[in-house]
Structures are given as structure tokens and as C-alpha cells.
């Protein structure tokens, strides 16, 4: 399929990177956060007190967006996004969220109502899926390409309410649509800001062909460049999913590393090596490819990989001083990466030092190049 970005209906909004500066995001806990890279994950509970001021911080840090994310293992994001936006200001929170699971005619209408319910401040990650044996929880059976051709379809029918059409009649491999004609469009007649996730060919085409930013897990300045090649000559926006580790010394951000190691749970690193062992996500095997082929854990002198094994692809962790971390992560401008999903542990106190110790440092190189 070859389908025309230009019929797509434009942004209505204006971000750092419109101005040159690197965007920088924080992805949500499941409730209030780990601890430790090496602990298991908690299931079976919801602090959505401590997620609501968790997020509220966010909002007076100055945090561009907060992805929230979507597993079995975790609670639902669209009911969380729908409360926590009438928690906050200014914070756009990027909804992560698999084509298949709802209908795009209903998917475009929730959207839409959050849209109003926010301000606008609702981005989307949509996933294909990362566990064949996950998908067929939720009654879906359809294999990898499969479910990015799925995703392609999905979104051009949202990209179609979005411009205003209606009745609305899709004829697809996927779907079949009558007249579909929803009442309420998207807030000022726009759109969310749409990632596309994915390390695969078929994903980097779905994200050149409806998306704005393509996503990958993390890699080196220079592996990011080579992966993102084809996507960044399409146009397209680039961004990568990342952990930090940042202190006032290098010394101390490795003491901080190494205690992070102490007393490991084997039966959550056993538990994170069925689900990969059952994934057919390429994004999922690149990153451990990458874990294991790392020197001593090190996939270079600033990347630790040693926590992929116990929190899987998203785990690559930036270790540094403040300003070591700063340097680093602007080395990833001149391979074309624009945006970066953070998380860390516990993810609170690492979001507070990265915006009030490195995104500074960060802030002020940028205006020097001006």
C-alpha cells in the first residue's frame, strides 16, 4: 500500500522541535515505580493516588509528555489518561496502544474525547504488538506483518475522521466500515502527534506512511543514525526509549549502578526470558542482541547494558555525571534522534534529576549553537 502523507491533516501545535531542541519525555510507572532495575515488576495493584502525584510533578518539572504504556501485566491506560489530564496543566500524555484491541472507528472517538477533556494534550504510541502468546489473550491471532498491515489500515481510517470525513465507508484486509460518521472531531480540528514503534522494515514504513515520529529502543548515537537512515530520509521524526542514570559524579552514578545490582530477582530475569523467548518482536530481539554482544556489560564507555536481561528492550541506561549524561545525549542530534523516552530508578527521582540537573546543561548548549 502507498498512501499520500500530504492528505494527512496537519499538527496544530508547535514543539522544541520545531525550534531545533531536543524533546525529551518521561514514561509514566505502572504505579508509582520500581525501585530497582533488578526487582520484579509490581502486578496485581494500582497506587493511582501515588500516579497522581507522580504526574503532577511531572507537570511542574516542565516534562514535554508521559508515556503510558500497555501490557497484560498492567493497568489499562485510557481510563488512567482520562482522570490524570483533569489532574494536570500543561503535560501531554502519549497513549501506547495495539490496533486490534478496538475498533478505529471507537478508538478515534475515545481520542477525540480525551482531545476535549485535555486540551489537546494526547500523543499516541501505537504498538502492533510485541508476544504472539500476549495477542492471543486479548483474542488476536494475527502474525507480525500481519498486524502492521492492520496498523496501516488502522490508521488511515483515524487519519480520515481526522480530516473531517464523514460518512465514512472503508472497504479492507482488516476492517469494513458503513458510513461511519462521528459527532465529536478532534479538539481545534487537529490530530495527536503519532509514534510508531518498532525496529522491523514494515515498521519503518508504517511509520513513514502515518506516523510523525518513529520509535526504536535504545543503541548507540551511531547504531540510532544507521537504523533510522530510511525513515529519516522519508521525512519522518526519530526518537528512541532509553533509561538514565545520572549523579552529581561519575563515581557516584556507578555506586548508585552497582547497588542497583545487589540481591537480584533471578525469578523475574527467568520470567523476562520466557516473554522474549515467546516474542516476535524485532524491536524486543535487537535490543538483547545488542545486551549480549555489549563488552562486560558496557555497550559503550556510557551505556549500561546490564539491566536488559531484568526490564527488557527499554533497559540501555545512559550512566554519568550530569554534564558526561548531557554531552552524551546531544551526540544523538547529529545521528538524527530528536526525542527521547526516558524512565529510571525509582523513575521519580531520576525524572526530578534529569530536569533539574541535565536537561539544563542540555537547554544551554543548544542556545550556545544557536
Known amino acids: 500500500m502507498n ?4 492528505t494527512f491533516a496537519p499538527l496544530s501545535h508547535t514543539h522544541e522541535a520545531d525550534r531545533g531542541e531536543l524533546r525529551f519525555h518521561w514514561c509514566a510507572p505502572l504505579d508509582s515505580g520500581q525501585q530497582k532495575a533488578t526487582e520484579k515488576y509490581r502486578v496485581g495493584e494500582l497506587d493511582f493516588d501515588g500516579m497522581v502525584s507522580f504526574v503532577q510533578e511531572a507537570d511542574a518539572l516542565g516534562v514535554d509528555s508521559l508515556l503510558m504504556g500497555i501490557a497484560d501485566y498492567m493497568p489499562d491506560p485510557l481510563p488512567m489518561i482520562g482522570a490524570l489530564v483533569r489532574e494536570t496543566e ?3 500524555f502519549i497513549l501506547a496502544y495495539r490496533p486490534g484491541l478496538l475498533s478505529p472507528t471507537l478508538f478515534t472517538q475515545v481520542v477525540n474525547t480525551i482531545s476535549w477533556m485535555s ?3 494526547i500523543s499516541l504510541n501505537l504498538v502492533a504488538g510485541i508476544s504472539p ?3 492471543a489473550g486479548y483474542g488476536d491471532f494475527v502474525a507480525h506483518d500481519g498486524r502492521y498491515a492492520r496498523t496501516q489500515e488502522f490508521l488511515e481510517i483515524c487519519h480520515r475522521f481526522w480530516r473531517g470525513e464523514k460518512p465514512l465507508t472503508y472497504e479492507g484486509d482488516h476492517y469494513v466500515i458503513k458510513e461511519a460518521a462521528l459527532g465529536l472531531g478532534y479538539k481545534d480540528g487537529g490530530r495527536p502527534e503519532i509514534y510508531l514503534s ?15 515520529c518513529w520509535l526504536r529502543y535504545g543503541d548507540t548515537p551511531e547504531g540510532m543514525g544507521a537504523a ?3 525513515v529519516l530520509d522519508k521525512g519522518i521524526r526519530v526518537g528512541t526509549r532509553m533509561h538514565v542514570l545520572a549523579r552529581e559524579t561519575r563515581e557516584q552514578a556507578l555506586t548508585d549502578l552497582a547497588a542497583m545490582q545487589e540481591n537480584p530477582d533471578e525469578a523475574h530475569k527467568a520470567w523476562v526470558a520466557e516473554v522474549v523467548a515467546a516474542s516476535d518482536s524485532e524491536a524486543v530481539k535487537t535490543s538483547f542482541r545488542l545486551a549480549e554482544q555489549a563488552d562486560g556489560d558496557w555497550l559503550s564507555p556510557m551505556i549500561y547494558s546490564g539491566f536488559v536481561p531484568y526490564r527488557g528492550g527499554p533497559a ?3 550512566v554519568g555525571s550530569y554534564q558526561e549524561v548531557a554531552d552524551y545525549l546531544y551526540q544523538y542530534k547529529a545521528h538524527g534522534v530528536s526525542e527521547f523516552i526516558f524512565s529510571g530508578w525509582p523513575t521519580r527521582d531520576e525524572m526530578r534529576i534529569f530536569y533539574t540537573h541535565v536537561l539544563p546543561l542540555i537547554r544551554e548548549h543548544e542556545r550556545r549553537l544557536a
Open 198 to 212: 518498532g525496529a522491523s522494515g514494515v515498521a519503518q514504513e508504517t511509520a513513514a506512511m502515518f506516523g510523525d
Open 228 to 230: 533510522a537512515r530510511p
Open 90 to 92: 500543561n503535560v501531554t
Open 133 to 135: 502468546a500476549e495477542q
Open 119 to 121: 486540551n489537546g494534550r
Open 3 to 6: 498512501y499520500d502523507r500530504t
Open 316 to 318: 540501555l541506561c545512559v
